[in-house]
């Protein structure tokens, strides 16, 4: 079992940068992909950015990449979101998961974290 919370979220001008972070409970937190998606108001869920077990290994949605990235600490069972030159269009809450694989299913999944991103 998995549990994971999410923290970080807030208010933030374009162009600024936030940073997310999900702490997960669990022994077997080491062993998993983590991901995190986020959704929008009146969108679906959508997938932001993966990381491997090891961290050795990441992903990104091409409307982050370059400006988010994900890292993890196994240490200290966290996984963070670095947004940098945030847009409006970033605003969404935003879910950590862990699974099995990084491109999915994942089957474990916090309750979000709200981040606006202000024009």
């Known amino acids: 079992q998995v549990q994971l919370v999410e923290s970080g979220g807030g208010l933030v001008q374009a162009g600024g940068s936030l940073r997310v972070s999900c702490a997960a409970s669990g022994r077997t937190f080491s062993w998993r992909a983590m991901g995190w998606f986020r959704q929008a108001p009146g969108k679906e869920r959508e997938f932001v950015a993966a990381i491997w077990w090891s961290g050795d290994n990441t992903y990104y949605a091409n409307s982050v990449k370059g400006r988010f990235t994900i890292s993890r600490d196994n240490a200290k069972n966290t996984v963070y979101l670095q947004m940098n030159s945030l847009k409006p269009e970033d605003t969404a809450v935003y879910y950590c998961?862990?699974?099995?694989?990084?491109?999915?299913?994942?089957?474990?999944w916090g309750q979000g974290t709200q981040v606006t991103v202000s024009s």
């Open positions: 998961a862990a699974g099995p694989t990084m491109h999915g299913p994942y089957d474990y």
